[in-house]
């Protein structure tokens, strides 16, 4: 699938770095250096607006290596870009660690699932469908 995109950063296009990747490493792109200090979180803007076909969304998930090494998450995880939006991908960044983290220009700073999605009507009804779950929530079905 291609997927039409306008890149006003200084870095190369995301792309996927192993065969069987899902997802594409999106970078900072920034005229200064941002520092994250514990517990703030900031929108870092990537440079880059993509025009995806309907049907189809971007979900921006955190890096495992800055979450695990730093700390560093996506907020809202996972940030959805629906098909319609032409605005600037930006990633909402939090500092869960207890140390500042200095965001540079370039750095990989999440990554990019393309997916498809469904879209879906309700069906307003009396009763649903038993299951061998019923209402259990949280912790439901076992410790194993």
Do not use: C
Request: aromatic fraction near 4%; avoid cysteine.
């Amino acid at each position: 699938m291609k997927i039409r995109v306008i890149n006003t950063s200084s870095h190369p296009l995301p792309a996927y770095e192993t065969l069987h990747s899902a997802g594409m490493d999106l970078r900072a792109s920034l005229r200064e250096a941002v520092t994250l200090g514990p517990m703030e979180r900031a929108g870092i803007p990537t440079g880059l607006f993509i025009e995806l076909p309907e049907g189809y969304e971007a979900q921006i998930r955190p890096r495992s290596g800055l979450s695990l090494k730093h700390g560093i998450s996506v907020l809202n995880a996972p940030g959805t870009v629906d098909a319609d939006y032409r605005g600037e991908i930006k990633v909402i960044l939090i500092n869960l660690s207890n140390e500042p983290f200095l965001i540079q220009d370039g750095e990989r700073i999440a990554q990019m699932v393309i997916g498809k999605h469904e879209r879906s009507e309700w069906e307003p009804v009396e009763t649903l469908q038993e299951t061998g779950r019923g209402s259990g929530g949280f912790g439901s079905t076992g410790t194993r």
